[in-house]
């Protein structure tokens, strides 16, 4: 699960990054608001790709998923790719915990061989 979800975050940091290129043409904005903004949630998307076999790490980016779909208020595309991104996550978390299960299962199957296979003279 970890290795989907860290995909999905950093795939995240360039999304963000380009959104606050975008955001920049904007003249209602400055560029110190939005590479402030912009900077918060990329080191939020990276620092919580070494979080996510902690406990709230998960949680923590569903807010970052959250926070993406509103950044669409600023940059209109955002309320598509923040959505886009939101089912890129949960699937993330979905088949990844699917994945580690077949994967424990199989270890598991592969011990027991090798336990019966070394008790046979």
């Known amino acids: ?18 959104a606050g ?6 003249d209602d ?11 918060i949630a990329m ?4 620092l919580l790709c070494g979080m996510l076999g902690r406990p709230g790490g998960v949680q923590l980016g569903w807010a970052l998923q959250i926070g993406l ?4 208020f600023v940059v209109p595309a955002m309320f598509f790719l923040g959505a886009v991104f939101a089912g890129l996550w949960w699937a993330s978390i979905h088949y990844g915990r699917k994945i580690d299960e077949a994967k424990a299962k199989w270890a ?14």
């Open 1 to 18: 699960m970890r290795m989907l979800c860290a995909s999905t975050l950093i795939s995240e940091f360039f999304v963000v990054a380009f």
């Open 21 to 26: 290129l975008v955001a920049m043409k904007s």
């Open 29 to 39: 904005l400055s560029t110190t608001a939005v590479w402030t903004v912009c900077g």
């Open 43 to 46: 080191l939020l998307s990276v």
């Open 69 to 72: 779909i509103a950044s669409g």
């Open 108 to 121: 598991a199957q592969a011990e027991a061989a090798d336990a019966a296979g070394a008790q046979t003279p």
